[in-house]
């Protein structure tokens, strides 16, 4: 779900990066910023402090998912074994805002309107650890935010929603297994020489999530690889992707343009659909240039630090 785009941020994101350096953990300079007050009895001798178990907890969380995605992902052209995304999926659905330095207190998460300048609501993202083999980053889609319709070269993608509430709308592409879709013979594909070149996808997820939510999972060709993201209520989204987005490894992200079944059908391919699909799941996705719209920043992470040894 990360997508790679840049754009200038608004005050909306400087409100969220400030919320995001007040739930994080404080630094020695943030400390020092910080009023003293009055430190009650401790606990008895031998018990943890509930705070310190709080922050110990949340370390250990954000920790133990670097370690297992360090064990998980191989590298380009490796997908995960059942049992492999099963772990992660398992640790994943365990993950709560506070793991990562957040809390639905931040009044990122209470703003009711992030468009109140006008024009298009600016997303951010914020990464916690990026390598070759793998990424953790974590999206933060205010109301009415939209992610547009995107792919994942490649990649296999576990989507954990943290707080709010989002619509996703996920395709695949309807015949995988044909070696050339823009050949003339393809069933799944159409073109011509003063129109555009459209590809037919199946759909996969279209369906509102409110956190808490199960984790989701997308594959290469499988599980919804191409999505869209409309922020219902102000979300927080982590992610982890496997390999990440690389244009030097041809991994960019490439964006569509949606057009309804009945737009443009083969006979070919709606002699398919009648033996198999209803038209009412399919879809021509057309290659465009990323969105003018898309309005996207990225934010220093700061919640629980990862140790890379």
């Not at 990424?135 to 792919?151: D, E, G, K």
């Not at 737009?263 to 990323?290: C, F, K, N, T, Y």
Request: aromatic share 6%; net charge negative; proline share 9%.
């Amino acid at each position: 779900m990360e997508v790679a785009a840049a754009a200038t941020a608004g005050a909306g994101v400087v409100e969220l990066q400030l919320d995001l350096l007040e739930a994080a953990a404080p630094t020695e300079r943030e400390a020092k910023r910080r009023r003293v007050h009055p430190v009650p009895a401790g606990p008895p001798a031998g018990a943890a402090a509930p705070g310190r178990r709080s922050c110990s907890r949340r370390r250990r969380a954000v920790q133990r998912l670097f370690q297992a995605c360090r064990h998980v992902f191989r590298g380009p052209g490796t997908v995960p074994s059942p049992g492999e995304v099963q772990l992660l999926r398992h640790m994943l659905d365990r993950m709560r805002p506070e793991d990562v330095g957040l809390s639905p207190d931040l009044s990122f998460f209470r703003a009711r309107d992030a468009t109140r300048g006008g024009g298009t609501p600016t997303i951010t993202h914020t990464t916690i650890y990026k390598c070759p083999n793998f990424s953790m980053v974590i999206l933060f889609l205010p109301r009415n935010a939209v992610i547009p319709l995107h792919n994942h070269p490649g990649m296999t993608v576990f989507s954990k929603l943290l707080l709010g509430s989002m619509h996703v709308k996920s395709y695949d592409w309807l015949n995988t297994a044909d070696p050339d879709p823009s050949s003339a013979t393809s069933t799944t594909s159409s073109s011509s020489s003063d129109g555009p070149c459209l590809r037919l996808a199946e759909l996969v997820v279209d369906d509102v999530f409110t956190a808490p939510c199960d984790t989701s999972v997308l594959y290469p060709t499988a599980g919804g690889n191409m999505h869209r993201f409309t922020a219902m209520a102000p979300c927080a989204i982590l992610d982890v992707l496997g390999p990440p987005y690389s244009i030097e490894e041809d991994r960019d992200c490439t964006y569509y343009a949606e057009l309804p079944y009945a737009h443009h059908s083969l006979v070919a391919a709606g002699e398919d659909v009648e033996r198999g699909q209803g038209q009412g799941h399919l879809a021509w996705l057309e290659e465009i240039d990323m969105p003018r719209e898309l309005k996207m920043c990225s934010v220093h992470y700061g919640g629980p630090p990862i140790s890379d040894e």
